[in-house]
């Protein structure tokens, strides 16, 4: 079945450092791969996505390629903000591989915290 | 995005009892998802609800344990019954509008003594 692994974490970066959180999946069919973003007491958040291979998905200075040959999508950003600590999520959705109603599959999460 | 909202918030709830969660979207949505958080993991899909026809649940979640209701486009309920302490989890309820994004209510924190 399908599955996504996430690095683990927690990951600790101060203020300005460059991010990335690994993200590897495994899918029977074309999925498309998300990143979803949980801050502190709130609910989860759509970050950015991806729907094909090679595409990038931008949002809020966060990137990640679709990346067909490695099965990846890395998430990354150039300078992290107190403001981005959060835990975030990896995750497809296969609408073509036979999976019910393109339900989504979650990497285990990884909590960053930024210091100042 | 849809406007999704959910009740209650959080609860804590004894062991043996039931508890119904609500979610309602501000707009129409063909396909509503149940999903669990237990604490410190990641996201377990429950089950798929449909108007109109039953829930699909996944594998490991039954109809008895967590009867779902989808009445209308708009609005469905997912019941945890029974409950013990291994329920205890935030339980989030989703709609899918664009074919593959899915938007979160915020969720509903369960505790269970």
């Known amino acids: 079945g399908d599955s996504v692994t996430q690095m683990e974490g927690p990951v600790t970066l101060s203020e300005e450092a460059f991010l990335t959180i690994n993200c590897t999946y495994t899918?029977?069919?074309?999925?498309?791969l998300f990143w979803y973003v949980q801050y502190p007491g709130e609910g989860l958040q759509l970050l950015l996505k991806?729907?094909?291979?090679?595409d990038k998905g931008s949002n809020k200075g966060f990137e990640a390629t679709y990346r067909k040959e490695t099965t990846s999508f890395h998430l990354e950003k150039g300078s992290v903000q107190v403001s981005d600590s959060a835990v975030y999520f990896c995750?497809?959705?296969?609408?073509?591989?036979?999976?019910?109603?393109?339900?989504?599959?979650f990497g285990q999460g990884t909590i960053l915290t930024v210091h100042p | 995005s849809a406007v999704i909202s959910q009740k209650p918030s959080r609860d804590i709830c004894q062991r043996g009892t039931s508890l119904t969660i609500q979610c309602q979207v501000d707009?129409?949505?063909?396909?509503m998802f149940w999903y669990r958080q237990q604490p410190g993991q990641s996201l377990t899909l429950i089950a798929t609800?449909?108007?109109?026809?039953?829930?699909?649940?996944e594998s490991g979640f039954v109809i008895d344990k967590f009867p779902i209701s989808r009445p209308n486009l708009t609005f469905s309920t997912l019941t945890v019954s029974n409950m013990s302490p291994e329920d205890s989890s935030i339980y989030l309820c989703?709609?899918?509008?664009?074919?593959?994004?899915?938007?979160f209510g915020p969720g509903t924190r369960l505790t269970v003594l």
């Open positions: 707009s129409q949505v063909t396909m």
């Open positions: 899918a029977t069919g074309y999925p498309s």
């Open positions: 609800a449909n108007q109109g026809s039953e829930a699909t649940y």
């Open positions: 991806a729907t094909k291979a090679d």
């Open positions: 989703s709609v899918r509008q664009v074919v593959d994004e899915q938007f």
């Open positions: 995750a497809l959705s296969d609408l073509q591989g036979g999976t019910s109603y393109g339900k989504l599959t």
